[in-house]
């Protein structure tokens, strides 16, 4: 891998910030300084980056918070992610990889103890742990942009191994983790959104599980 190419350098670049915006829209409620970034060009610019489907998708969700027919405002989209994400109710899609993949609405499973085996082997420990699941949705985004940091980092400073390593350590983690469940989850969230809010969050669901599977292709090569 060659680390003087621009091209690569803004990449890697852009999947830190990608995976720091995804993580951000699971890890609290939203705030202002959230919604302006959605409403940025950057985040349109990164997004579009992946792909048509991403762009718009993130078009979408600006569009939205930004005067679109349906305007969303902060108060009605922190009720949807307590409702969504936190409770008291069930959690019509709960935000857990092991909920998933063990074919059980239980958290703390097999894919819990991989995850975080993972997380070990890659030197990161997660800001909850041993007292949350370190399969939850924000956890492995966070995961993902640590990482991302480190490589492009690591690009920045002209070492193509520790750049390549990273990248290949984030790939498995993609294929064994995200992407097996990310797309389940986006769609459980579909089938539970009513127009509004929910609606949004199942917009943005299907962003991450979007981002996640091109990532997971671009740097086979």
């Known amino acids: 891998m060659r680390t003087d190419d621009e091209a690569i350098s803004i990449k890697l670049a852009n999947r830190h910030f990608l995976y720091r915006y995804l993580w951000r829209a699971y890890a609290a409620?939203?705030?202002?300084?959230?919604?302006d970034i959605v409403?940025?060009?950057?985040?349109?610019?990164?997004?579009?980056?992946?792909?048509?489907?991403?762009?718009?998708l993130q078009q979408g969700?600006?569009?939205?918070?930004?005067?679109?027919?349906?305007?969303?405002?902060?108060?009605?989209?922190?009720?949807a992610y307590t409702r969504l994400f936190e409770g008291p109710a069930a959690l019509?899609?709960?935000?857990?990889?092991s909920v998933y993949t063990s074919g059980e609405n239980l958290i703390f499973q097999q894919s819990t103890l991989e995850v975080r085996a993972a997380y070990r082997e890659a030197g990161y420990q997660a800001?909850?742990?041993?007292?949350?699941?370190?399969?939850h949705l924000a956890t492995e985004l966070?995961?993902?942009a640590e990482l991302a940091k480190?490589?492009?980092?690591?690009?920045?400073?002209?070492?193509?191994?520790?750049?390549?390593?990273?990248l290949t350590t984030q790939g498995d983690f993609l294929d064994r983790h995200l992407c097996s469940w990310v797309g389940m989850f986006a769609d459980r969230l579909t089938a539970h959104a009513a127009p509004g809010a929910p609606a949004w969050y199942a917009s943005f669901a299907h962003l991450c599980a979007g981002v996640c599977r091109?990532?997971?292709?671009?740097?086979r090569a």
Not at 29 to 34: G, H, L, R, V, W
């Open 39 to 56: 409403r940025s060009d950057h985040a349109l610019q990164a997004c579009s980056l992946v792909g048509d489907d991403e762009g718009r």
């Open 150 to 166: 480190r490589a492009s980092e690591a690009y920045e400073d002209g070492d193509a191994v520790a750049t390549r390593k990273l």
């Open 214 to 219: 091109a990532d997971a292709k671009a740097w």
């Open 29 to 35: 409620a939203p705030d202002e300084a959230f919604l």
């Open 127 to 135: 800001a909850g742990y041993p007292h949350e699941a370190d399969d």
């Open 61 to 79: 969700l600006a569009s939205a918070v930004n005067g679109g027919a349906e305007t969303l405002d902060l108060d009605a989209l922190r009720s």
């Open 142 to 144: 966070a995961f993902m």
């Open 92 to 97: 019509p899609a709960p935000p857990w990889e």
